[in-house]
């Protein structure tokens, strides 16, 4: 068996396509350009990489982006009125925190401070909340387990026999931005799902016995292809730099999965970089587009 790779640059491409036609329309029709504001703490390189590739992806799709840079001390009070001045701005329809945070910071209670209706992380916890309850449907859904949703739904249309639904998921990882949010999708969408994390026995086994298999635990080739249910679907979440002195750059990035090995037993899987990543910065601009439509009705 050789696995199908499941595109997410592709994916993305053709969401930030509709995206970028909606805003047109929205502009031309309604004169609004939505409007996104990424707030950012400290000087992580990583974090200053991923708001500058937002900050790109804005422009190419005719959404408005408001860059907060902030220094690292700031206060839990600074942070907090910073947000409420862009709950009241009526150009900015949603609010991203660049995670993590320093130390000093609660996370959650930053979070909650953004409004509602510019949640566009679906990170608030009430957003969260909704999502984990049955018949009630969030404002925003977080961007990443959005998009593996989105990878698996094409998974659905190029493999023969498999449907979400009935299927049993195996999600490794338990974080608040990625593992919890995705195990209650993959519930909302009739999935049984088993979580998989740091103190679970026998990770192997229970990785085996999942068609669906969703890696956010950010450890480089910690799921080995050996573990996989032949016919498994794996979406990698993961991204970690390894060193690689061979390599032009001196690293290279590697996902959860065992890659080569799990492309022998897996029906379809995706690519890292090049799968998760895309869908994430895509489905955040969709969200800033709904974050316009909530305000204009």
């Known amino acids: 068996m050789s696995a199908i790779i499941l595109d997410g640059k592709a994916i993305a491409k053709r969401i930030q396509d509709e995206v970028k036609d909606a805003v047109a329309k929205m502009s031309r029709e309604k004169g609004v350009v939505p409007g996104l504001a990424a707030v950012l703490v400290g000087e992580n390189p990583a974090s200053q990489m991923y708001v500058k590739m937002k900050r790109n992806r804005c ?22 009125e910073l947000i409420n ?18 130390d000093h910071i609660d996370t959650d209670k930053a979070l909650q401070t953004i409004s509602l209706d510019k949640d566009v992380d679906g990170f608030h916890p009430i957003n969260i909340g909704r999502l984990a309850m049955k018949g009630r449907e969030p404002e925003f859904i977080p961007a990443t387990p959005y998009g593996c949703m989105i990878l698996l739904q094409e998974a659905e249309r190029l493999v023969q026999g498999f449907k979400i639904s ?17 195990s209650l999708l993959l519930v909302k969408a009739n999935a049984t799902v088993t979580i998989v994390h740091s103190r679970t026995k026998n990770i192997p086994e229970i990785v085996g016995k999942g068609d669906i298999v969703i890696g956010a635990m950010g450890r480089a080739e910690m799921i080995k292809g050996e573990w996989l249910k ?31 090995a799990a492309k022998k037993r897996a029906a379809a899987i995706t690519p890292v970089p090049g799968g998760v990543g895309p869908m994430t910065i895509a489905i955040l601009l969709k969200n800033t587009l709904h974050g316009a439509e909530l305000a204009l009705s």
């Open 230 to 260: 032949e016919g498994a679907i794996c979406i990698d979440v993961a991204t970690v730099k390894v060193d690689a002195p061979e390599a032009p750059k001196g690293y290279i990035w590697k996902g959860d999965f065992e890659a080569e």
């Open 59 to 80: 422009e190419e799709v005719g959404i408005e982006s408001f860059g907060y840079e902030k220094p690292a001390d700031i206060t839990q009070e600074e942070l907090e």
């Open 166 to 182: 009935g299927s049993n998921a195996v999600v490794c990882g338990r974080s608040n931005i990625v593992g919890m949010p995705m």
């Open 85 to 102: 001045e862009l709950n009241r701005d009526p150009k900015v329809h949603g609010i991203l925190i660049q995670l993590p945070l320093p």
